[in-house]
């Protein structure tokens, strides 16, 4: 196994190239299977996520050349419906092929995602969406059967709570269903929107497309022909680098990014007292005179996105004073916390609430472990600047979801290497 060695308290300078962002390469790579041409995806991030979702593609009888940051993929020679209880218990997101196998074949089997290491997640919202498309859905032996006569048809689905990967499910569904679907409380994330975008190039009715009420009119059954298309940039990838520019109080700029998809989180760096310079597809994060703490409420975009919550907190240790976090998804999206609590940091939990009590320069190094992929960053975060040498175990966490994270953060003068154990 890999793990991380970092040695802090080193300043930060330069420029970092932001990958494709995993959260919509995922459901975009799904979106294939409702495809009747091959396809070219530019802008892939190199991301353990990605092989993951490209093995069951594959599995499920894709072929597909993938080179770097691009990937050619055929969904025609598609011959089965079962996403494996060994692939789904290894990335969750895999229950994204459930919507666009069973709008194709009529039947799919996907394994039901247990729960995870940040709280229960169940997928309850996209199984009553399917059923009420005229899905039948049956959970027997762990696994999520469904099946329906015919095309799915479409309906109004109001979502109980916003659901990103709910929302996408229901997306590719109806965009192969007979008539209109109208997804009432749809999730808004970009990659959401991006989603959206690639089925209507590829020939798909829909309205309201970044709003919460999208409808989608669906080809009946009809294969799509996609364009082809390049992922947009990980906004969280940008704005975890831009939390190593402000942990170590440093000048660093993210590069290839779209800037508006980070002004929940440009506003708390600057409430925080950062200074951040914007242009079109770059942001620089410059020091603070005096870091000041910063009070966050996590939430659906454009809100405050939960996958930079364990990274702020970070951030917060080296504030001048008391930071509140309030996390409002996920139940138990604190496993960061015993783990900077090791390296010094002063943090209470109450439920859903967490105070952070900063001291600039607290911070001293230990052996530390990921527990999943955002808490992994925040580790690495906060090695950066803990006096001494920081070991963060268990990075396999880390690259589920980060692009070569070690290589760009020695681009910015960082003293980190991998080793194995
Ligand atoms: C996606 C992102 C993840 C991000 C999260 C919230 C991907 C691959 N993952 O996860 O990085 O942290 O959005 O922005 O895009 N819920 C239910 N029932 C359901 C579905 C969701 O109760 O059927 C609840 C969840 O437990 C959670 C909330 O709804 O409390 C939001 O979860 P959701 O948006 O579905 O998260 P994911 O799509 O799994």
Do not use: W
Not at 280 to 292: D, F, G, L, Q, Y
């Amino acid at each position: 196994m890999d793990y991380l060695e970092i040695i802090g308290q080193q300043k930060l300078s330069g420029v970092i190239k932001i990958s494709g962002a995993k959260n919509a390469a995922l459901p975009l790579l799904a979106s294939t299977i409702l495809s009747a041409n091959t396809i070219n995806i530019s802008n892939i991030p190199n991301v353990a996520d990605i092989k993951t979702l490209l093995k069951l593609l594959g599995m499920l009888g894709a072929t597909y050349k993938h080179d770097d940051t691009n990937i050619t993929i055929n969904t025609k020679t598609l011959n089965q419906t079962k996403a494996t209880y060994e692939i789904v218990k290894t990335m969750r997101a895999s229950i994204l092929v459930l919507g666009p196998l069973l709008a194709r074949f009529g039947h799919c089997e996907v394994s039901l995602p247990g729960g995870c290491a940040i709280g229960q997640r169940p997928v309850d919202l996209h199984l009553k969406a399917l059923e009420q498309m005229g899905a039948k859905i049956e959970i027997k032996a762990g696994y999520i059967q469904a099946t329906v006569d015919g095309a799915l048809k479409g309906a109004t689905i109001v979502f109980d709570k916003v659901t990103v990967t709910g929302t996408e499910n229901i997306l590719m569904a109806a965009a192969l269903a007979n008539g209109k679907t109208t997804i009432i409380n749809a999730a808004k994330e970009p990659e959401v929107v991006q989603l959206c975008e690639v089925l209507k190039d590829a020939g798909v009715q829909i309205d309201g497309i970044g709003t919460n009420t999208i409808t989608i009119e669906g080809s009946n059954k009809e294969l799509l022909n996609f364009k082809p298309f390049s992922i947009i940039p990980d906004r969280i990838e940008a704005g975890t680098y831009l939390c190593a520019g402000a942990i170590a109080n440093s000048t660093v700029r993210v590069q290839n990014v779209e800037p508006n998809h980070l002004d929940s989180v440009i506003a708390k760096f600057e409430e925080m007292g950062f200074v951040l310079s914007v242009d079109e597809t770059s942001i620089t994060i410059h020091p603070a005179h005096e870091i000041k703490p910063v009070n966050i409420t996590t939430t659906e975009y454009p809100g405050f996105p939960t996958d930079m919550q364990a990274q702020f907190m970070a951030v917060a240790t080296m504030a001048n004073g008391v930071s509140i976090i309030d996390e409002k998804l996920f139940e138990n999206r604190f496993m960061h916390v015993s783990e900077l609590i090791r390296l010094g940091a002063d943090i209470t939990l109450n439920g859903t609430v967490a105070t952070i009590k900063g001291t600039p320069n607290s911070l001293i190094g230990t052996d530390v472990m990921a527990t999943d992929l955002r808490a992994s960053s925040a580790l690495v975060l906060a090695g950066l600047v803990a006096n001494g040498v920081t070991k963060v175990h268990r990075i396999y966490h880390l690259d589920r979801g980060y692009d070569r994270l070690e290589e760009k953060l020695k681009n910015i003068d960082a003293q980190i290497k991998r080793e194995q154990e």
